[in-house]
C-alpha cells in the first residue's frame, strides 16, 4: 500500500521529494546492479554513462523510480525472446521543437538539459497504445501492470522536465526525459552537514498523531533540546502564550482536527509576527508553499526520519539565534 501510495502521489506531482543539486549520472549508477537484477536474464542491459553531467535539481530517489520503471517496462516489452535494454545519460541543448513532442503536457523552454535515454530492442507499440501507456492501471500483455509509467510521468513533470516516446511495432521503443540544468552550473556532490546536529532551545511540537509526537519528542530530547507538545492548533496556542518567551520554534502540522496548520499559523503570525514555525506534511513543499505562504522559517516533508528531524531543527534554530 505504501509503494501504490507512493506511486500515485509521484503522477499527480504530489510526491514525497527531497530537493537537492545531484549528477543523474550518479544516481543511475547507484541502482545499476539493483535494476540488472529486476529483470530476467535472457535481457542483457547496458549502461552509457555521461561523465562531468552539469548539475541538475532534483530527488534522487525519485529519478532511480524513473529508472527503474523504464527499464522494467522496456524488459518487459521483449518478453521471453532475447533482447537489450540501453540506459544512457548525456547533457545537451534541447530545442523547442524537439520538447514540444514532449507527453507531460506541460511547456518547458529550450535550453540546457540532463537526458536520460532508455531503448529497447522489444515489440514496439502501435499508435493507439502510445497514447494509453500513461494512463493509470492501463495495461497491455508487455507494458506494465499498474502505475509504473503513470508515476514515470508525474516525476518528470514534478521535476519542471518532460518525457518524449519514440515507438513503432516491430523496432522497439525510446524514452527520453529531460531535466533542466541547474542555473549554477557547479558540479553537483555530497551535501556536508553538522555531524552532531546538537542544539538547545526549547521547541514545540504540534501534531495530533501521538506517536509523531513521540517520536519527535524523543529524537530532540536527546539531541539537547526541551520540548513542549500539543495535539491541536488551539492547545498550541495555549501553549504558546503561556511560553512564548522560551519558545524557540514551532513544528507544526498542517492538518489536524479542532484547529488546523493553517488556522494556527494565521494566530501565531498576528500576536507573535516573530514566530518561528516550521511546517510539516504528507503533502510537498509546492503545496506547503501555497497553504502558509512565506509565513514559516522551513518546510519538513512527512514522513520523516530522525535525522532529518534533527537536521531541519538545528539549521533554522542556529539560523534564528540572536
Not at 504530489?14 to 535472457?42: M, W, Y
Not at 554513462?49 to 522496456?74: F, H, K, T, Y
Not at 527520453?176 to 552532531?196: H, I, L, N, V, W
Not at 513543499?285 to 505562504?293: I, N, V
Request: glycine share 10%.
Amino acid at each position: 500500500m505504501a509503494k501504490l501510495t507512493s506511486q500515485m502521489l509521484a503522477y499527480s506531482g504530489r510526491g514525497r521529494f527531497h530537493i537537492e543539486r545531484l549528477d543523474l549520472s550518479t544516481a543511475v549508477r547507484q541502482i545499476s546492479n539493483l535494476v540488472q537484477a529486476s529483470i530476467p536474464k535472457s535481457v542483457r542491459l547496458s549502461f552509457a554513462l555521461g561523465e562531468g553531467l552539469p548539475a541538475i535539481e532534483g530527488d534522487s530517489s525519485q529519478l532511480q523510480q524513473v529508472v527503474m520503471n523504464l527499464v522494467i517496462n522496456g524488459a518487459e516489452a521483449i518478453g521471453a525472446e532475447q533482447g537489450t535494454v540501453e540506459v544512457q545519460t548525456l547533457a545537451r541543448r534541447a530545442e523547442q521543437a524537439e520538447l514540444a513532442a514532449g507527453v507531460t503536457g506541460t511547456s518547458v523552454p529550450a535550453g540546457e538539459y540532463a537526458v536520460l535515454e532508455v531503448r529497447d530492442t522489444g515489440c514496439g507499440m502501435d499508435e493507439e497504445t502510445r497514447t494509453r501507456i500513461f494512463d493509470p492501471f492501463y495495461t497491455t500483455k508487455f507494458a506494465g501492470r499498474g502505475l509504473g509509467l503513470s508515476a514515470v510521468l508525474g516525476i518528470v513533470r514534478a521535476h519542471r522536465g518532460t518525457l518524449t516516446v519514440e515507438s513503432r511495432p516491430g523496432y522497439g521503443t525510446r524514452f527520453r526525459a529531460f531535466f533542466p540544468c541547474s542555473a549554477a552550473r557547479k558540479e553537483a556532490g555530497p551535501q556536508t552537514s553538522d555531524a552532531s546536529e546538537r542544539g538547545s532551545g526549547t521547541i514545540l511540537v504540534v501534531d495530533d498523531e501521538a506517536f509523531v509526537v513521540r517520536m519527535a519528542q524523543s529524537v530532540l530530547e536527546e539531541a539537547g533540546y526541551d520540548v513542549l507538545s500539543a495535539s491541536n492548533g488551539r492547545e498550541a496556542l495555549d501553549v504558546y502564550t503561556a511560553k512564548s518567551g522560551r519558545i524557540d520554534a514551532v513544528l507544526l502540522d498542517m492538518t489536524m482536527p479542532v484547529m488546523g496548520g493553517e488556522e494556527t499559523m494565521q494566530h501565531l503570525a498576528r500576536r507573535w509576527p516573530d514566530a518561528t514555525v516550521i511546517a510539516t506534511s504528507g503533502y510537498n513543499l509546492q503545496e506547503a508553499e501555497f497553504r502558509f505562504g512565506a509565513r514559516t522559517a522551513a518546510f519538513l516533508q512527512k514522513p520523516y526520519t530522525a535525522a532529518q528531524l534533527r537536521s531541519k531543527i538545528a539549521e533554522v534554530v542556529r539560523s534564528h539565534a540572536g
